[in-house]
C-alpha cells in the first residue's frame, strides 16, 4: 500500500517553530487533503488538525495547511510535551484505503 | 464522547487466526455516517491502516491484507471484530481500534492491544 512520505526528524529549539510535511498524490492529500496525528510513546494516536479543523481541546499552536499534494503541520511556541511523533493521514480515493504518512519525530532542544 | 476499547489474545501461533473485539461505549455503533476502523503499529514502526466497518456492512479492506483480513459487526453486543488468518511474526503489532470524527477522518482511537505472534 502506498504511504505518504515525510521527514523522518524535525528537531527545533524550545518556543522555536517547527513545520512538518506530508507529500502524497492526487489521489489522498491532493485530493481530500490530511489529518495530522500526535503519537507519544507507549500512547495511542491523538487527532490534532483535519480539513482546516482542530478539534476541540487541540491548542491553537498547531495549525495545518495544504499546497497541492503536500500538506503542512506548523507547530509555534515549541514546548517540551511536544516531543512526539506526528503522523498525517488521508483517504485514498484510487485505493479506497486509508492512507498514513512515515511519521516525523520531532525533537524539542 | 465515544470510547473504544480492544481485547483479545494477547499470543497467537503461527498460521493461526488473530482474533480482536473492539467494544464501543458512549455512542451505538448501528449509527450512521461514522465507519468503524482497525490499525495496526509494530513496535518502533509506523501506522498501517488494517480495514474499516460501515454500519451497513461495508468493508473497505488494505490491499496488501485483504486476503487475509475479514471485519464484522456484532450491533446487539455494541462491538466490531477483526480477523486475520494465517499470521506470521510480522503481524506482531499493537492492534487499534477507532471510529470516524468525520467521514474519512480516523478521529477516536483505542487504548490498543499488543498482539505477539509466537510459538
Known amino acids: 500500500q502506498a504511504g505518504l512520505t515525510q521527514p523522518p526528524s524535525v528537531s527545533k529549539g524550545l518556543r522555536q517553530t517547527a513545520t512538518l510535511t506530508c507529500t502524497g498524490n492526487?489521489?489522498?492529500?491532493?485530493?481530500?487533503?490530511a489529518a495530522w496525528l500526535q503519537q507519544h510513546q507507549g500512547h495511542p494516536p491523538k487527532l490534532l488538525s483535519y480539513?482546516?479543523n482542530r478539534p476541540s481541546g487541540i491548542s491553537e499552536r498547531f495549525s495545518a495547511s495544504r499546497s497541492g499534494n503536500t500538506a503542512s503541520l506548523t507547530i509555534t511556541g515549541l514546548q517540551p510535551e511536544d516531543e512526539a511523533d506526528y503522523y498525517c493521514?488521508?483517504?485514498?480515493?484510487?485505493?479506497?484505503?486509508?492512507?498514513f504518512g512515515t511519521g516525523t519525530r520531532v525533537t524539542v532542544l | 464522547q465515544v470510547q473504544l476499547q480492544e481485547s483479545g489474545p494477547g499470543l497467537v501461533k503461527p498460521s493461526q487466526t488473530l482474533s480482536l473485539t473492539c467494544t464501543v461505549s458512549?455512542?451505538?455503533?448501528?449509527?450512521?455516517?461514522?465507519?468503524w476502523n482497525w490499525i495496526r503499529q509494530p513496535a518502533g514502526k509506523g501506522l498501517e491502516w488494517i480495514g474499516r466497518?460501515?454500519?451497513?456492512?461495508?468493508?473497505n479492506y488494505n490491499p496488501s491484507l485483504k486476503s487475509r483480513v475479514t471485519i464484522s459487526l456484532e450491533k446487539s453486543k455494541n462491538q466490531f471484530s477483526l480477523k486475520l488468518t494465517s499470521v506470521t511474526a510480522a503481524d506482531t503489532a499493537v492492534y487499534y481500534c477507532?471510529?470516524?470524527?468525520?467521514?474519512?477522518?480516523?478521529?477516536?482511537w483505542g487504548q490498543g492491544t499488543l498482539v505477539t505472534v509466537s510459538s
Open positions: 477507532a471510529r470516524d470524527l468525520v467521514r474519512g477522518v480516523i478521529g477516536y
Open positions: 458512549g455512542g451505538s455503533i448501528s449509527s450512521t455516517y461514522y465507519y
Open positions: 466497518i460501515y454500519p451497513s456492512g461495508t468493508t
Open positions: 492526487s489521489n489522498n492529500v491532493g485530493d481530500q487533503g
Open positions: 480539513r482546516n
Open positions: 493521514s488521508a483517504w485514498d480515493t484510487s485505493l479506497s484505503a486509508q492512507v
